[in-house]
């Protein structure tokens, strides 16, 4: 028990207090996207790039491992996009951001802090790869998506650059890529870059979590409508469910890397879903209430999924 309150007492009471001083101290919104520049720019790239190049290129799980995690992510979306599209009548732009409250979890600001703390460093690696290919094939499949439901108008060159500039140069990707050269290369940092890296990204996982909580706390929860229940089950039920039989089923990854992609799939919807639904104006207020809720809710399912984990009921391969 106390191991489980060692992983999720500082998870949950970082984003606590992020919520709480800028309640309590009416931190101003430019006070807010300071600590957004510092975490998405400097301290969280350190912490990609530093956790995949510092771990054996051969220990890193390949192919296999990624294109199941990034296939069940892909399953969740669909289930929840078919939900969405069937309770809004066929609106596809509503349906696609609703197909994102169910998949795009908050892997890039949340998952760090936890994957690292319950299972070790090794963790760290399957946290930045997992991420770089959710947010490849999420940040495809929305403006595809738009583009089939009449939002988004524009040509294919137009759209395919887009999603390319999207995806390539997202300092997280740009940063775990690099990583994964450095591990394969087997070279290591000079020592006053290394140093600086090791500051960066020892900061990386606290000052993100109180972001999350800051950032919360400037947003309002609204209408709960009929299917955001079903679309926060989805995300935070049968997404990490999805991911754990699959993996299990497949067979033969490391059982670190294996609870990292179940924990990561367990978190709530990230922040990028109302950034998208507001850019394609699809589904915006819902959405916010959506990430305050499914924050809120995983409070429980992520202290289940932890709690399974070191216990030791959750089994490597539950098929045997």
Same mark, same amino acid.
Request: charged share 10%; net charge neutral.
């Given at each position: 028990m106390s191991e489980i309150a060692t992983v999720l007492l500082p998870f949950f009471?970082?984003?606590?207090?992020?919520?709480?001083?800028?309640?309590?101290?009416?931190?101003?919104? !430019?006070?807010?996207?300071?600590? +957004?520049? @510092?975490?998405?720019?400097?301290?969280?790239?350190?912490? #990609?790039? !530093?956790?995949?190049?510092?771990?054996? @290129?051969?220990?890193?799980?390949?192919?296999? #491992?990624?294109?199941?995690?990034?296939?069940?992510?892909?399953?969740? #979306?669909?289930?929840? @996009? &078919?939900?969405?599209?069937? =309770? +809004?009548?066929? +609106?596809?732009?509503?349906?696609?951001?609703?197909? =994102?409250?169910? &998949?795009?979890a908050n892997i890039g600001y949340m998952a760090p802090a936890l994957t690292v703390a319950a299972l070790g460093p090794t963790a760290g690696a399957a946290t930045a790869l997992v991420f770089a290919f959710d947010h490849a094939l999420l940040f495809t499949i929305a403006p595809l998506m738009m583009a089939l439901g009449g939002t988004a108008r524009t040509n294919g060159s137009t759209m395919g650059r887009d999603i390319l500039r999207r995806i390539f140069l997202h300092p997280f990707i740009l940063a775990a890529f690099a990583g994964l050269a450095v591990?394969?290369?087997?070279?290591?940092?000079?020592?006053?870059?290394?140093?600086?890296?090791? #500051? =960066? &990204?020892?900061?990386?996982?606290?000052?993100?979590? @109180?972001?999350?909580?800051? &950032?919360?706390? !400037?947003?309002?929860?609204?209408?709960v409508t009929l299917e955001m229940p079903a679309l926060l089950v989805v995300k935070l039920i049968l997404h990490p469910l999805i991911v754990y039989l699959l993996l299990s089923w497949i067979g033969g990854f490391d059982r670190t890397w294996l609870f990292a992609a179940v924990l990561m799939a367990a978190l709530p919807p990230a922040a990028n879903v109302l950034a998208l639904a507001q850019k394609y104006e699809s589904y915006r207020d819902q959405s916010v209430t959506a990430i305050l809720l499914g924050t809120a809710a995983s409070v429980v399912t992520v202290t289940v999924v932890v709690t399974l984990i070191f216990s030791g009921d959750l089994p490597i391969n539950p098929f045997n």
């Open positions: 009471g970082l984003i606590a207090f992020g919520f709480g001083a800028t309640r309590l101290m009416r931190l101003p919104a !430019q006070g807010v996207s300071g600590l +957004n520049l @510092f975490v998405y720019y400097f301290a969280m790239p350190a912490w #990609f790039f !530093q956790l995949v190049a510092t771990i054996p @290129f051969r220990e890193i799980e390949h192919w296999s #491992f990624l294109i199941a995690t990034t296939f069940a992510t892909y399953c969740a #979306f669909a289930i929840a @996009f &078919s939900l969405g599209a069937l =309770l +809004n009548r066929g +609106n596809v732009p509503d349906a696609t951001i609703e197909g =994102l409250v169910g &998949s795009y591990s394969a290369v087997g070279v290591g940092m000079p020592g006053p870059i290394d140093a600086i890296l090791v #500051f =960066l &990204s020892s900061a990386a996982p606290p000052v993100a979590l @109180f972001a999350v909580g800051a &950032s919360l706390a !400037q947003k309002h929860v609204g209408r």
